[in-house]
């Protein structure tokens, strides 16, 4: 019981280490590894974003997967990358699939009550990353207080090493508090 509080406690700590470089990311050099970095063979690699480096390769999902959950707390942000498209990562952002005419509405199925809803990135393009499932045909994430499950081609998994870009953000002015919506990830501008 103590050794999983322990563990838990440092998830939650590295969590906020990296959630802190993020913000200073446009500061401080980072050494990561970007998905374009990693070579695309139709094999499953097994890279250490944090670190920069591959650390194995798969030819299936599974064995990667087996992999990455025996290696994970040997380094800070690890992840599954299949043809320069990242499949799983400890710690990142889902950008949810998105135009500039706002006609793509990703469907999703709701974790919780499994009724499908749909988002578009038009009105919310980031999401908090939390998992893939087993086949890695479908992400996980949240936004706005819902979990969702969304076909991993309507999801751009991005590596918290790898974000170059302000995400939505909460701001407080004049005692209120403010949900600043991010609609394209390159402009500057909130809704």
């Known amino acids: ?3 999983n509080i322990t563990r838990k406690f440092k998830r939650t700590i590295a969590a906020g280490f990296s959630a802190a470089a993020v913000m200073c990311a446009s500061v401080i050099h980072i050494n990561a590894l970007s998905p374009e ?6 094999l499953f690699h097994l ?3 944090a670190g920069g480096s591959e650390i194995s390769s798969f030819e299936t999902y599974a064995e990667a997967a087996n992999e990455f959950e025996t290696v994970k707390e040997d380094y800070d942000n690890t992840g599954i990358v299949l043809n320069q498209k990242v499949l799983l990562a400890e710690y ?5 699939r998105s135009t500039d005419a706002c ?3 990703v ?4 974790d919780i009550s499994g009724e499908q809803g749909y988002i578009n990135g038009c009105y ?3 999401a908090a990353y939390l998992t893939t499932d087993s086949n890695a045909s479908k992400a996980e994430f949240m936004i706005s207080g819902v979990k969702g ?4 081609d309507d999801i751009t998994i991005v590596p918290i090493q790898n974000i170059t870009f302000r995400m939505t953000v909460y701001s407080v002015e004049n005692k209120r508090l403010y949900h600043e919506i991010k609609t394209e990830i390159p402009i500057s501008y909130f809704s």
């Not at 469907?107 to 709701?110: A, W």
């Open 124 to 126: 919310g393009i980031d």
């Open 103 to 105: 006609e793509v509405n």
């Open 47 to 49: 890279v250490d974003f």
């Open 149 to 152: 499950w969304a076909s991993i």
């Open 107 to 110: 469907t999703y199925t709701e």
């Open 1 to 3: 019981m103590k050794a």
């Open 37 to 42: 970095d990693v070579v695309s063979d139709n």
């Open 92 to 96: 990142a952002t889902a950008i949810i």
